[in-house]
């Protein structure tokens, strides 16, 4: 709930940004009670207000609460959204993410490959890699990029880790993620599905590049005193 100003203006950077040809659904999971979905204004969509479908987590009838923080469960309706979905790939984004220069199919795509770069692991993320490397028995060469949202799933994959895991795991894949996105282990969904895309393929590059030519950043909450001169430079004005 207390991110709905956040979705509107993720809504205005949509319209404004990216091309409607480009967009086939636009699914908001809502990380919170029921009735927040009736918040959501579907007008903020302009012209793609017909392709959006709002839903609750519960529909996945589950309660995160007493097991991991609203965070967490994020995460995990990340993977169980893209897991469900009927296309190829899925952009997932936060409700605090921002298009803020135009883009088009060939900003993300090359060759049905997601345009999304591939980085080495990181510090930040050790614990959840070394759980990662001992679930699927390897040793991670890449987390896809880019570091943040947009991430781009290619949902095949994604269900296809759903299934792989629960059997490894003799578990729900709820009860898996939830269970291991906490301490110590502190998975997180996308060095999750890095290190699944390893086990199953062996490498990376066929479904992703090694480059890209767009990046995120993070602005954080020290910095919301200059965020418009920020957000300025960053789309390149003067």
Request: net charge negative; aromatic share 16%; charged share 20%.
């Amino acid at each position: 709930k207390p991110e709905i100003y956040y979705l509107e203006i993720q809504a205005r950077s949509i319209e404004l940004y990216l091309n409607s040809d480009f967009i086939n659904n636009i699914i908001i999971v809502v990380n919170d009670d029921d009735y927040v979905c009736e918040l959501i204004n579907l007008n903020w969509y302009g012209e793609n207000k017909q392709k959006v479908k709002i839903i609750p987590y519960s529909i996945y009838e589950y309660n995160f609460n007493n097991r991991a923080s609203g965070w967490d469960n994020q995460q995990l309706c990340k993977i169980l959204t893209a897991g469900q979905s009927t296309q190829e790939w899925s952009m997932i984004l936060d409700a605090k993410t921002y298009f803020i220069q135009s883009c088009n199919k060939e900003t993300f795509f090359s060759n049905n490959r997601a345009v999304t770069g591939l980085q080495k692991p990181m510090k930040a993320f050790e614990s959840a890699e070394k759980f990662v490397e001992k679930f699927f028995n390897l040793s991670l060469y890449y987390i896809v990029g880019p570091g943040g949202v947009p991430f781009i799933f290619h949902n095949p994959t994604v269900k296809s880790m759903i299934e792989d895991c629960e059997k490894m795991s003799n578990q729900t894949f709820i009860d898996f993620f939830l269970e291991n996105v906490c301490l110590p282990n502190h998975i997180t969904e996308f060095v999750l599905y890095s290190g699944y895309i390893q086990y199953k393929y062996g490498k990376f590059t066929h479904l992703y590049t090694e480059s890209k030519i767009w990046e995120c950043v993070n602005i954080a909450d020290w910095e919301l005193e200059n965020y418009d001169n920020l957000i300025v430079s960053m789309q390149g004005y003067k």
